[in-house]
């Protein structure tokens, strides 16, 4: 098959392990940098020149699009699916995805168990938002924050208080949600393919930290997960209609709720903990399913 990854830089460890495999098993791959397609849009015959060239050749393409990028590189992606390539994730699941608000919402509507969560636009209904959530100590956290960075654990009403009305006069749109504090510092990502955890880890924040996030310095280790975790992650993945992606669950004292749902998510820290060959396992599924015709939305909504 003939492969285009859509990613940035070449070098990261996540983009060179699925050139590694999709070379091993015999596919000819091309890095793709989604900030150099540029498109024409016409009904008859939509195409992505990149440097030049025109980009016609791909069966399918491995967005790896980082968040600092989401509106245009899911733009490249979306014609992609107007030329009938098949997207290993499509670009609908990767905006649900990158907006917690909006995954929150799908997700509890299909009865998986969040964080119980609230968000207000005015400075005036901080009080009653504070409330429905609990109290302090909570979370708040900027909508399309990435890496733990506009993660914040407000310890008092007044911290928290000080915290949304900070963000609000930014103008940024945040979430409030209550604090797993039994969760000590630790999630479960659990890393899924198509209908399956092919693995998971547990991550652990620093000392002192409560952002469990590898970035943050937090650190991996292999994890056993429960088939409640297991059945939760999936159908995570299913309500968010991404094939592949990290499901982060958090275990509370009534059960694992999901946190988030990554659609690029690395595989540095689930390889190295898991000692699994994980890109090879996305490389294989695209051989299941890549087929013309093959995406659900092409590009639409
Ligand atoms: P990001 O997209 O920046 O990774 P997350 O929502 O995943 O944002 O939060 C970052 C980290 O903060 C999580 O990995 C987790 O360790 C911690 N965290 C987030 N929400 C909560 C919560 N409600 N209770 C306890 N810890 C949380
Ligand atoms: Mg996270």
Do not use: W
Not at 80 to 99: A, H, K, Q, T, W
Not at 192 to 215: C, P, T, W, Y
Request: proline letters at 3%; aromatic letters at 4%.
């Amino acid at each position: 098959m003939k492969l285009g990854i859509l990613s940035r830089n070449s070098k990261l460890y996540s983009t060179r392990r699925l050139v590694e495999a999709a070379d091993q098993r015999g596919h000819e791959v091309r890095v793709v940098d989604p900030l150099r397609c540029y498109m024409n849009i016409t009904a008859h015959n939509p195409q992505i020149h990149y440097k030049g060239d025109i980009l016609d050749q791909f069966n399918a393409v491995i967005p790896r699009i980082g968040a600092s990028i989401t509106f245009y590189g899911t733009a490249v992606l979306r014609q992609f699916e107007m030329m009938n390539v098949y997207p290993l994730n499509e670009s609908v699941g990767i905006s649900r995805s990158r907006d917690k608000l909006r995954s929150l919402q799908l997700l509890s509507r299909r009865g998986i168990g969040l964080p119980v969560t609230g968000f207000a636009h005015s400075p005036d209904d901080i009080d009653d938002l504070l409330a429905t959530v609990g109290g302090a100590p909570c979370v708040i956290k900027l909508l399309e924050g990435t890496q733990g960075l506009g993660v914040v654990l407000a310890e008092t009403k007044q911290a928290a208080e000080s915290v949304i009305q900070a963000f609000m006069g930014l103008k940024q749109h945040i979430l409030v949600q209550e604090y797993i504090k039994e969760a000590k510092g630790s999630d479960i990502r659990c890393f899924v393919i198509g209908d399956k955890v092919v693995a998971a880890m547990k991550r652990q924040a620093k000392e002192g930290e409560f952002r469990s996030n590898l970035h943050r310095g937090g650190s991996a280790t292999l994890c056993r997960i429960t088939p409640e975790e297991r059945a939760t992650a999936v159908r995570a993945a299913k309500v968010m209609g991404l094939n592949v992606c990290g499901v982060d669950l958090l275990r509370s004292n009534h059960g694992a709720v999901v946190m988030e749902v990554n659609s690029s998510p690395g595989l540095e820290g689930i390889e190295n903990a898991s000692g699994k060959d994980v890109a090879g396992m996305i490389i294989d599924f695209i051989e299941k399913n890549a087929k013309p015709n093959r995406t659900k939305t092409k590009g639409r909504g």
